[in-house]
């Protein structure tokens, strides 16, 4: 890039030299940390599919009172149950990588969403939150 200047009594030039940087070489930080699609939805899966389990937990008295029992053991948890949370783990894992294989997601965002979705399973999870569900659905 040349500047020129010229007041009239003398020539005066500035020659000065711009460098363009390769994205690969930038060493600054970005504003926002990002974790990639697919690294993403194989954390949030399991988050899931733990919620699944706790509210088939949680609706384990509504099944009893259906009369389907047989599907389910002492507090939700038998076979039937393990197979819909594998399940719901893969299909889970699968949509989210299919959505979000070619994305960069947010951290916050996602601790954000895994924690709700963390705690909402342990609260489901507590006795006497599914005996209150359990206490309602009998009366």
Same mark, same amino acid.
């Given at each position: 890039?040349?500047?020129?200047?010229?007041?009239?009594?003398?020539?005066?030039?500035?020659?000065?030299?711009?460098?363009?940087?390769?994205?690969?070489?930038?060493?600054?930080?970005?504003?926002?940390?990002?974790?990639?699609?697919?690294?993403?939805?194989?954390?949030?899966?399991?988050?899931?599919a733990m919620l699944v389990v706790a509210?088939?937990?949680?609706?384990a008295p509504v099944i009893e009172r259906?009369?389907?029992?047989?599907?389910?053991?002492?507090?939700?948890?038998?076979?039937?149950?393990?197979?819909?949370?594998?399940?719901?783990?893969?299909? &889970?894992?699968?949509?989210?990588?299919?959505?979000?294989?070619?994305?960069?997601?947010?951290?916050?965002?996602? #601790? =954000? *969403? %895994?924690? &709700?979705?963390?705690?909402?399973?342990?609260?489901?999870?507590i006795p006497a939150v599914y005996r209150?569900?359990? #206490? =309602? *659905? %009998?009366?």
């Amino acid at each position: 890039m040349t500047n020129t200047l010229d007041s009239g009594v003398g020539h005066l030039t500035e020659v000065k030299e711009a460098t363009i940087i390769d994205q690969t070489t930038i060493s600054i930080l970005p504003r926002q940390r990002r974790i990639e699609g697919a690294v993403a939805a194989a954390m949030l899966a399991p988050a899931v599919a733990m919620l699944v389990v706790a509210i088939g937990n949680f609706l384990a008295p509504v099944i009893e009172r259906l009369g389907l029992r047989m599907l389910f053991l002492e507090n939700g948890i038998s076979n039937l149950a393990v197979v819909v949370a594998l399940g719901s783990w893969l299909f &889970t894992w699968v949509a989210l990588y299919e959505a979000w294989h070619d994305r960069m997601i947010p951290r916050p965002k996602l #601790y =954000a *969403v %895994m924690t &709700t979705v963390l705690l909402a399973a342990a609260v489901l999870m507590i006795p006497a939150v599914y005996r209150l569900a359990e #206490y =309602a *659905v %009998m009366r």
